[in-house]
Nanobody
C-alpha cells in the first residue's frame, strides 16, 4: 500500500509558476514510477507527466511539454511538479499516482496506476 498526499496547489495568473508536491508513505517508494494527472471541470482525467522510479527518465503530455518539469527525491519520498508559464487551461484538480514497476514505461493510462492521492486544486485566471 502506498499513501500519497499532494500539496502546493493554489491560485495563479497566466504566466505564473507553481510547484506541486507529492509525499509518499507506505510501501518502498522506489518500487514505483510516479505520475501526475489532472481533471479540469467537466472533463476526464488527463495524463500530465511521469517520472521513473530512479528519477532518470521523465515523460510529458504534449500540452505541458516545455513548461512543466517533474522530479523526485527518493531519500525524502517526494515528487515535485514544477509548473511554469501557467495558462488558464491548466486549471484543474491535480493528482499524483503510483504505478508499480511491473506496469512498464511510460504509464499514461489511469488503469496502469495502483494508488492515488486526493488531489490539489490549481486555478489559473487573470
Amino acid at each position: 500500500q502506498v499513501y500519497l498526499v499532494e500539496s502546493g496547489g493554489g491560485l495563479g495568473k497566466p504566466g505564473d509558476s507553481l510547484t506541486l508536491s507529492c509525499a509518499a508513505s507506505g510501501d518502498t517508494f522506489s518500487n514505483y514510477n510516479i505520475g501526475w494527472f489532472r481533471r479540469a471541470p467537466g472533463k476526464e482525467l488527463e495524463f500530465v507527466s511521469i517520472v521513473r522510479w530512479s528519477g532518470g527518465s521523465t515523460y510529458y503530455a504534449d500540452a505541458v511539454k516545455g513548461r512543466f518539469t517533474i522530479s523526485r527525491d527518493n531519500a525524502k519520498n517526494t515528487v515535485a511538479l514544477q509548473m511554469n508559464s501557467l495558462k488558464p487551461e491548466d486549471t484543474a484538480n491535480y493528482y499524483c499516482a503510483a504505478s508499480h514497476l511491473r506496469k512498464g514505461w511510460p504509464s499514461t493510462k489511469t488503469n496502469e496506476y495502483d494508488y492515488w492521492g486526493q488531489g490539489t486544486q490549481v486555478t489559473v485566471q487573470s
